[in-house]
């Protein structure tokens, strides 16, 4: 079964760090590209950082660019998404994401994880 | 970076088509046909209903179908039905080389 499963979520102060991880399993990890997008209570879906399926492009947002970075490890089939400087507008439910086919559609989702930026 | 603008809500009763719009600019729906919909329920991750501005992942109803013209995609469901309320949102891959949401549609089947 092709499955994204989240983990790392929590509560954190402005000005903290935070890693998410997402483990894939039931597909070639290291032949997609993968993305994490989020979604703050109640509002739309935010597309938040993308890295080729080699590991070595990554893309970001200007919302968090220089404060995020995002990486893979194809031996572990595992996404991270470091979040550093975190201010309040980081609050949102984190979910990692397979692009179908380069940055363009994400056909499978995680269950995502949540991410509270508190003082 | 500008979001796509979306209606906030559209309505329709069973049996009916609605339409949803999303509208971009020339930097990103008006050059690239990597548009793309997706559906969401409360308390659900998206689904990808739409990929490439009119291609079905294997799965998705026919009732569901993509277009675009100029810088405005389109997402028409046909034969609505009571699981098909949820919220829709639309995103384009731009010339900045990142991807852009919509700001989302809720779909009310009265």
């Not at chain 1, 938040?48 to 970075?69: E, Q």
């Not at chain 1, 994401?97 to 269950?111: M, P, T, Y």
């Amino acid at each position: 079964e092709v499955q994204l499963v989240e983990s790392g979520g929590g509560l954190v102060q402005p000005g903290g760090s935070l890693r998410l991880s997402c483990a894939a399993s039931g597909f070639t990890f290291s032949r997609f590209a993968m993305s994490w997008v989020r979604q703050a209570p109640g509002k739309g879906l935010e597309w938040v950082s993308g890295v080729s399926n080699s590991g070595g492009k990554t893309y970001y947002p200007d919302s968090v660019k220089g404060r995020f970075t995002i990486s893979r490890d194809n031996s572990k089939n595992t996404l991270y998404l470091q979040m550093n400087s975190m201010i309040a507008e980081d609050t949102a439910v984190y979910y990692c994401a397979k692009d179908r086919d380069g940055l363009n559609a994400f056909d499978i989702w995680g269950l995502g994880t949540m991410v509270t930026v508190f003082s | 970076q500008s979001a796509l603008t979306q209606p906030a809500s559209v309505s329709g009763s069973p049996g009916q088509s609605i339409t949803i719009s999303c509208t971009g600019t020339s930097s990103d729906i008006g050059t690239y046909n990597f548009v793309s919909w997706y559906q969401q329920h409360p308390g659900k991750a998206p689904k990808l209903m739409i990929y490439d501005v009119t291609n079905r992942p294997s799965g998705v109803s026919n009732r569901f179908s993509g277009s675009k013209s100029g810088n405005t995609a389109s997402l028409t469901i046909s034969g609505l039905q009571a699981e098909d309320e949820a919220d829709y949102y639309c995103t384009s891959y731009t010339r900045s080389t990142t991807l852009v949401f919509g700001g989302g549609t809720k779909l009310t089947v009265l």
